[in-house]
Nanobody
Framework: HVQLVESGGASVQAGGSLRLSCAAS????????MGWFRQAPGKEREGVAA????????FYVDSVKGRFTISQDNANGTLYLQMHSLKPEDTAMYYC????????????????WGQGTQVTVS
């Protein structure tokens, strides 16, 4: 059983920075896809950043490129999302997800999810 617990969300002013953490426990292999998703009120959940194939492949949605950095500490099973130059449009509930890759593709249907951490930018 996999458990994901996010933390680090807060209310910040535009231009500020936050670092989100996702503590992962359970049977997660180093080959798992790990990612951050977000959902704003009235909007669909969107992928923000993902890391997979042991960290050799990283994805960012265009709107966060150059501002957000995803990283993984395999020693303690923690996934991070460092966010800089935050904008009001980054306001959302941020979720950590984990899923076994389908070959070299991350298919997030059926992924494990955390409970979310709220980021509010004003």
């Amino acid at each position: 059983h996999v458990q994901l617990v996010e933390s680090g969300g807060a209310s910040v002013q535009a231009g500020g920075s936050l670092r989100l953490s996702c503590a992962a426990s359970g049977n997660i292999a180093s080959s798992y896809c790990m990612g951050w998703f977000r959902q704003a009120p009235g909007k669909e959940r969107e992928g923000v950043a993902a890391i997979y194939i042991g960290g050799s492949s990283i994805f960012y949605v265009d709107s966060v490129k150059g501002r957000f950095t995803i990283s993984q500490d395999n020693a303690n099973g923690t996934l991070y999302l460092q966010m800089h130059s935050l904008k009001p449009e980054d306001t959302a509930m941020y979720y950590c997800g984990a899923v076994q890759p389908d070959g070299s593709v991350c298919r997030w249907t059926g992924a494990y999810w955390g409970q979310g951490t709220q980021v509010t930018v004003s």
